[in-house]
């Protein structure tokens, strides 16, 4: 395949054919971060899924996860937050999670597996060999409906919210198949968009405080070994603020394996992520790597990391935002 390159608004890039065509609009210069969306509730989980979580393996999710349904995890996974689910709690042997277990009906923990906080369970909450807690509840009523239900609300009035901003920089609905570097701005899909294996995406920050959101109107996905990397992200010594959006308002969200990714994924469908994959905030902000499901799924593939260790640190006062009419 011949690729060209191709400079459009500030973006410079190698694209297969004409994939990236230009539409810069005035709302270009005025993205927002995502921890101005969301309450504080809200910004504390690190998943949040309007069905079930499930992480693989090994996996580690650095915060909490909230769940419609279930919540459960593979052999030595790690949730470094709370686990709170609108039913059943499961996990596996010698996983671990650093805070409470609040499930809806039962709670089961593997053989080995510790819980720092209590366990609260709606109906029972089952222990393995030499499975511990730090507390047990059970026949208690489940707090978890409010939030389950005021949180697909609030994911789905961010995505829309998001949209409001307008297509910004078009990229047209396929593959980008080569490396590609992006400016700060919105970026509007009007279809699905992919990701070859092995591409690098590099959002250049330009020395400044910068905003990358990406609208994609059906699904995403990146392929195996995909690489974000964000460059020029400081001044005068000290790092700027980066926040990074990845916004798929019709569809899925998915990381193919080994995947490195930058930014905070929200979706109408499900996401899942890939073996080994990572899913990260830009180095040095206190926001990103979160992913939020507003209506289906989070599958974490075994071994992959979520946040890895930057989520949402003391976010500022909650502002919900005001949807124009028409």
């Given at each position: 395949m011949k690729f060209s390159k191709v400079a459009l608004g500030g973006v410079s890039l190698l694209a297969a054919g004409a994939l990236i065509a230009t539409a810069v609009t005035a709302s270009q210069a005025k993205p927002i971060s995502v921890q101005f969306l969301m309450s504080a509730e809200m910004l504390e989980q690190q998943a949040f899924a309007g069905t079930?979580?499930?992480?693989?393996?090994?996996?580690?999710?650095?915060?909490?996860?909230?769940?419609?349904?279930?919540?459960?995890?593979?052999?030595?996974?790690?949730?470094?937050?709370?686990?709170?689910?609108?039913?059943?709690?499961?996990?596996?042997?010698?996983?671990?999670?650093?805070?409470?277990?609040?499930?809806?009906?039962?709670t089961t923990l593997g053989a080995g597996a510790a819980v720092t906080g209590s366990v609260t369970s709606g109906t029972d909450t089952t222990f393995g060999e030499e499975a511990t807690s730090g507390g047990n509840q059970s026949g208690i009523a489940n707090s978890n409906v409010?939030?389950?239900?005021?949180?697909?609300?609030?994911?789905?009035?961010?995505?829309?919210?998001?949209?409001?901003?307008?297509?910004?920089?078009?990229?047209?609905?396929?593959?980008?198949?080569?490396?590609?570097?992006?400016?700060?701005?919105?970026?509007?899909?009007?279809?699905?968009?992919?990701?070859?294996?092995?591409?690098?995406?590099?959002?250049?920050?330009?020395?400044?405080?910068?905003?990358?959101?990406?609208?994609?109107?059906?699904?995403l996905t990146f392929g195996e070994g995909v690489t974000i990397n964000v460059i020029n992200d400081e001044?005068?010594?000290?790092?700027?603020h980066v926040s990074v959006i990845w916004n798929a308002t019709g569809g899925y969200v998915s990381l193919g394996a080994g995947a490195n990714i930058i930014g905070t994924i929200l979706a109408k469908g499900y996401v899942s992520t890939g073996a080994l994959s990572t899913l990260s905030g830009a180095p040095g902000n206190i926001c990103g790597g979160a992913i939020y499901s507003a209506t289906s799924y989070i599958s974490i593939g075994a071994g992959a990391t979520v946040g890895a260790g930057v989520g949402c640190i003391t976010p500022p006062p909650y502002v919900a935002p005001v949807i124009p009419k028409g």
């Open positions: 079930y979580v499930t992480g693989g393996a090994t996996s580690t999710i650095n915060g909490s996860v909230l769940a419609g349904t279930y919540v459960t995890t593979g052999v030595s996974a790690a949730i470094k937050g709370s686990a709170n689910a609108g039913t059943a709690t499961t996990l596996g042997a010698s996983s671990t999670v650093a805070s409470n277990v609040r499930s809806g009906t039962a409010t939030a389950i239900a005021s949180g697909q609300e609030e994911v789905l009035k961010a995505q829309e919210f998001l949209g409001l901003f307008g297509a910004g920089t078009t990229i047209v609905p396929g593959n980008i198949a080569a490396d590609t570097t992006f400016t700060a701005g919105t970026y509007g899909v009007a279809g699905l968009l992919t990701v070859a294996a092995n591409t690098v995406i590099t959002l250049d920050a330009n020395h400044q405080n910068s905003e990358f959101v990406f609208n994609i109107s059906s699904y001044k005068d010594g000290k790092k700027v």
